[in-house]
């Protein structure tokens, strides 16, 4: 197999496991040409077995490897930016890098904690109203959330301000 496959290229490195790993080193064992792309702070499978480590100790495996940050952000203001950096300066265990933006602050992320869930959807749903206050119309927001279950207690709090609202996942949310 070595001499079947002269290089080897892997994306999302972050997230292999420890057996991934010994494969791809057996692979590019010969002739020590592989790529990977990874993000030691996106590292968010250690429940199913990544190994954060496997990232962070590649150039002890391969020490010819060279290291090419990638810390310019085509998606986010530079406020996001600067809060995540902050977060990331606090990692003991990183690559350092300090990500950067050609769009400027406009605002600066609030973070909030909420003990419940329909306290969280109080929350968003008064936003959603202060922003309707100053002229925004609902048509012109969204609330984005990683699973359907999440939107339940946010979807209730609409109902119960007889606020409308659609709800677009699943291969309609990509249309």
Known sequence: VQAAYQYVMVDEY?????????????????????MVVGDDTQ??????????ENILRFPETYPKAKLIKLEKNYRSQQGILDYSNSIIDNFKLVYKKALISDKPATFKPVVKKFYA?????????????????????LS????????????????????????????????????
Do not use: C, W
């Open 14 to 34: 972050q997230d292999t496991n420890f057996i991934q790993k010994e494969i791809l080193d057996y692979l590019a064992e010969d002739h020590q040409n592989i």
């Open 43 to 52: 590292s968010i499978y250690a429940f199913r077995g990544a190994n954060l």
């Open 117 to 137: 869930a329909s306290d969280e959807a109080e929350f968003i749903v008064d936003k959603i109203l202060e922003r309707r206050e100053k002229d925004i119309p």
């Open 140 to 175: 012109e927001m969204a609330v984005l959330y990683r699973s359907s279950y999440h939107g339940n207690h946010i979807q209730t709090e609409l109902l119960k301000r007889n606020l409308p609202y659609i709800v677009v996942g699943g291969l309609r949310f990509n249309e």
